[in-house]
């Protein structure tokens, strides 16, 4: 396949090459994990056709906000074009207001955020991406701008009218098992604003997204040193999750590294795990009578007050780190974002160490702590250890599927998490999925080895 790159700097070029009808692979900054850009030619020599890589990077930036009050609670937020998180969050803040999501790379565009619905750490607090989004701007394969409302129902979308309605209903009775989650197996679809959200570029272009706020508050932030590894007790890993679960909105986020992640840290703490939290300096006391003072497996001498910066660096450290990881050994990366149920705690936790046991291959485990939503990573240095890696991943989602878990929690499923799906999605998902993709895209142009592809019912 050959890989044709395209960088339009206005949405009328942008438009332009969606009309010329050639398959597209829309991308932002790259910062997304489920496509492996830099060994894309390679993945892909072996198919036949042209494939576009159009980048919206050059597109123009505009940020306003939708109220006369800048310090409104009620505000919202419109972001076109080549914004980031960074952006975004800068721009806020200089009004009063802040973000209800935080994606761990603020390189990222937030449209692009859209599209793989990575909500980031204050989840914890204010729920999903989905939850955040109030209308949604994209172009079709048709070159025709939809503005979507997540005050409307999608079933009501015109484009969408020829789906079978008991096709709609078999598949929504499916989703009920997973409404707790940020995100399910599959996709949510009774927003209007849910069918672009996840959608992974596969539907069309995301050229404008309006955003819920709040109004600005001063955080603390708090470090806990957890005094083991989750590999060997997790006593205060399950007392500190049960006991923040009464404090969401309160806390804003619960943050995991674990010591294998910390050991590529400037962090001091490199022998147990490690808890970042971020609560509101307004509700400190209380957080401080009924929760850090009771607990009692960690000592007060654990617990510590860090900065946002010292904080932020840390969270972005991990990441970044498994990213050159696997650059410098010319590998793809192997890992799962997976989210349990509360109550599946010391389930999911046995799972994590079935993964991690009886091989040589590095391991880090961090993220989302206070949903129990955890990004797992292999090292892998070779061919050998991906391949044994991926079967073990392969073992793991079965397991997951077991328990109703949510395997593909942020980020998507790009090329990489394809080859999991027959475990989660039945018939009902593959023909919904299609059926959607017809009516949106019928020749196929967007993303066409996307999982929602005709190649791929």
Known sequence: MNLEIKNPSTLSELSALIAEKKPILLTGAKTGTVIPYDKLSEILSDRDGDLRCVSTQNLPAQIRLC??????????????????????????????????????????????????????????AYGAFRD??????????????????????????SVLEAIDTDLWDKYDRDYSDFKQFKNAPFPRYEKSTDLMIGSEGQFGAITRVRLKTRPMKKSIFLGLSLGSSWLNDMSAHREVFYKLQELRGEVLSVELIDTHSLQHTDFFCKDE?????????????????????????????????LNEGQQRHLRAAVPRWIQEEISRHHVVKVGTDTQFRAENFDRAVELYRKLANNHDIPIALFGHFGDLHLHFNFLVKNETQKTYAEKLLESFYSDVALLKGSPFTEHGIGLLKQKYLDIFYGQTQKKFLSELKKCLDPENIFFPLGHFSKENP
């Open 67 to 124: 109220t006369e009050s800048s310090t409104s609670s009620s505000a919202d937020v419109e972001v076109e074009g080549s914004v980031s998180w960074a952006d975004l969050r800068q721009f806020l803040r200089s009004k009063g207001l802040d973000l209800k999501v935080s994606p761990t790379e603020e390189l990222a565009q937030v449209c692009a955020g859209a599209a793989t619905s990575c909500t980031g750490e204050l989840s914890f």
């Open 132 to 157: 955040q989004v109030v209308e949604i701007d994209f172009i079709d394969s048709a070159g025709r701008l939809h503005t979507l409302r997540s005050s409307e129902n999608l079933r009501n979308f």
């Open 273 to 305: 795990d490690l808890l970042l939290l971020e609560v509101l300096e307004e509700s400190f006391e209380k957080i401080y009578e009924y929760f850090l003072s009771q607990l009692e497996n960690i000592a007060p001498n654990q617990i510590f007050e």
